[in-house]
């Protein structure tokens, strides 16, 4: 007879170095489901289960963290150093999680993210407290996350998609080799079949190890989940709130840390935040040349640069693309190509980063588009002392108690609404209003310079000189 067919595997996906791939590729998705399973299944226990979407709680809870809570005894007392979740007092219906720094003494409670530099403005009432935080899930929220903030197709969501995807084929690589017999060769030789075993075995791996090796590899994907679960017990564990695995934080929008150059959340994309709502101007202030601001908002608003500002510097957020412009105090603005009939109900925000001590306007609602209108309201202006200050109808006004010409990037957004004025910084409201009266005339939305003669708290410039990134302007109560 003619010699006989070697079926073979090839060497891919047969001998250790594939048994060792594939254990590591079951081992990995091991863990997720790990993970995963950790995320979810306390919720069929009555717990709350939340997806981190802000760094107000680094550097012990990340953006994309899942945060696992467990309700509270409506007897319990709050204590100082708890991280609890609640339903936060400045935007009702939007979950928050920070530290309790202060019990009062009718049982509401001061709230602080580990990050920021003061206490949440609004107490938290006690029957708002919805759980107290006992366990944190690294990553498993991230892909919520990027959809969440419309990055869904972005590079580094398509990459963890498609390494994932690796994984999952790469957990099925490897296969045993095909037994080859011949009977027909020396049956009796000895040294003959152990030949042939071998040459039927392209693993490489023997008889006798490879059950044992299987065995033992294949329990890798059970112990690394629990070995993980271990290692982040016994290196996190939240002071206050017993024996958990690890730290704790939720599904919200509140302040972030910053640096002079980059808004340390990285998660956060200062463009695409605002688009989510609607916007009627949306100016990303990428522009490398020209005069003209670009709108992203869908409404053709753009603004026209004044004065000749610096164009492509450095951004607010790390993980966005484009630039941002630099305002010289002297006469330099962006203005609206758009008039409006002036809104009763609108939001305006923007990112900004500056040392000055001479004030000047950030954003505001004018008549003209020259120098300044005769006609000005709704504004958010810097103060001498570097405090924010948000104004309207008859100079009304709010005011921030901390500084920001620190020179890091600062979000700061005021809003007018049927519930009065807020002046948010950070993420976090630093004061209110119950005025809802404005002026009402036809005009324009500017940024960096405009009237502010006999407001209070008046700079000695009404240019503002700094950095200013992401402006947007809305029509409607965003916060």
Same mark, same amino acid.
């Given at each position: 007879m003619g010699s006989p067919v070697l079926l073979?595997?090839?060497?891919?996906?047969?001998?250790?170095?594939?048994?060792?791939?594939?254990?590591?590729?079951?081992?990995?998705?091991?863990?997720?489901?790990?993970?995963?399973?950790?995320?979810?299944?306390?919720?069929?226990?009555?717990?709350?289960?939340?997806?981190?979407?802000?760094?107000?709680?680094?550097?012990?809870?990340?953006?994309?963290?899942?945060?696992?809570?467990?309700? !509270?005894? $409506?007897?319990?007392?709050?204590? &100082?150093?708890?991280?609890? #979740?609640?339903? +936060?007092?400045?935007? @009702? *219906?939007?979950?928050?999680?920070?530290?309790?720094?202060?019990?009062?003494?009718?049982?509401?409670?001061?709230?602080?993210?580990?990050?920021?530099?003061?206490?949440?403005?609004?107490?938290?009432?006690?029957?708002?407290?919805?759980?107290?935080?006992?366990?944190?899930?690294?990553?498993?929220?991230?892909?919520?996350?990027?959809?969440?903030?419309?990055?869904?197709?972005?590079?580094?969501?398509?990459?963890?998609?498609?390494?994932?995807?690796?994984?999952?084929l790469l957990a099925e690589w490897y296969r045993q080799g095909p037994e080859e017999w011949d009977d027909q060769h020396d049956q009796d030789d000895r040294a003959d079949r152990a030949g042939r075993a071998a040459a039927a075995d392209p693993t490489g791996v023997p008889d006798r190890l490879?059950?044992?090796?299987?065995?033992?590899?294949? !329990?890798? $994907?059970?112990?690394?989940?629990? &070995?993980?679960?271990?290692? #982040?017990?016994? +290196?996190?564990?939240? @002071? *206050?709130?017993?024996?958990?695995?690890?730290?704790?934080?939720?599904?919200?929008?509140?302040?972030t840390s910053t640096s002079p150059y980059s808004a340390t959340a990285a998660w956060y994309s200062c463009q695409r935040a605002p688009l989510a709502h609607g916007p009627v101007l949306a100016w990303r202030l990428d522009e490398t040349g020209g005069t003209t601001a670009a709108d992203a908002s869908g409404t053709g608003n753009t603004g026209t640069y004044h004065g000749g500002p610096a164009l492509a510097q450095g951004r607010a957020c790390g993980t966005d693309t484009g630039t941002s412009v630099r305002l010289d105090g002297i006469d330099d603005f962006v203005v609206s190509t758009t008039a409006y009939t002036a809104p009763s109900v609108y939001t305006v925000e923007l990112w900004f980063s500056t040392t000055t001590t001479s004030g000047g306007k950030l954003i505001g609602f004018e008549s003209g588009t020259t120098a300044w209108g005769w006609s000005y309201d709704r504004m958010v202006y810097m103060r001498n002392d570097g405090r924010l200050v948000c104004g309207a109808g008859p100079s009304i006004t709010i005011a921030s108690s901390a500084?920001?010409?620190?020179?890091?990037?600062?979000?700061?957004?005021?809003?007018?609404?049927?519930?009065?004025?807020?002046?948010?910084?950070?993420?976090?409201?630093?004061?209110?209003?119950?005025?809802?009266?404005?002026?009402?005339?036809?005009?324009?939305?500017?940024?960096?310079?405009?009237?502010?003669?006999?407001?209070?708290?008046?700079?000695?410039?009404?240019?503002?000189?700094?950095?200013?990134?992401?402006?947007?302007?809305?029509?409607?109560?965003r916060y």
């Open positions: 073979t595997l090839g060497p891919a996906r047969t001998g250790w170095c594939a048994l060792l791939v594939t254990t590591a590729a079951r081992a990995v998705l091991a863990v997720l489901a790990g993970l995963v399973v950790w995320s979810v299944l306390p919720v069929a226990l009555g717990w709350h289960s939340t997806v981190t979407v802000s760094g107000s709680m680094l550097p012990r809870i990340e953006p994309s963290d899942v945060v696992v809570s467990a309700p !509270l005894d $409506p007897g319990t007392d709050l204590r &100082a150093g708890w991280i609890v #979740l609640v339903d +936060s007092p400045a935007q @009702p *219906g939007t979950l928050l999680v920070h530290r309790v720094v202060e019990v009062r003494e009718d049982g509401s409670a001061i709230t602080r993210g580990d990050a920021n530099a003061e206490p949440d403005s609004d107490p938290v009432a006690r029957e708002d407290v919805l759980g107290l935080a006992r366990l944190r899930v690294p990553y498993v929220g991230r892909p919520f996350l990027w959809w969440h903030d419309g990055h869904a197709l972005t590079p580094g969501a398509l990459g963890t998609g498609l390494g994932l995807l690796l994984v999952v490879r059950g044992p090796a299987v065995g033992v590899l294949s !329990l890798l $994907p059970v112990l690394l989940p629990v &070995a993980l679960a271990l290692l #982040l017990g016994a +290196s996190a564990v939240l @002071p *206050g709130a017993g024996a958990v695995l690890a730290p704790a934080s939720a599904a919200y929008r509140s302040t500084a920001y010409n620190d020179g890091a990037w600062h979000h700061v957004a005021a809003t007018m609404s049927a519930a009065g004025m807020r002046l948010y910084v950070d993420g976090a409201q630093v004061g209110s209003s119950t005025n809802t009266v404005s002026q009402s005339f036809s005009g324009y939305w500017r940024i960096g310079s405009g009237g502010l003669s006999g407001w209070p708290g008046t700079p000695s410039s009404e240019k503002f000189a700094g950095y200013v990134d992401d402006v947007a302007g809305h029509h409607a109560a």
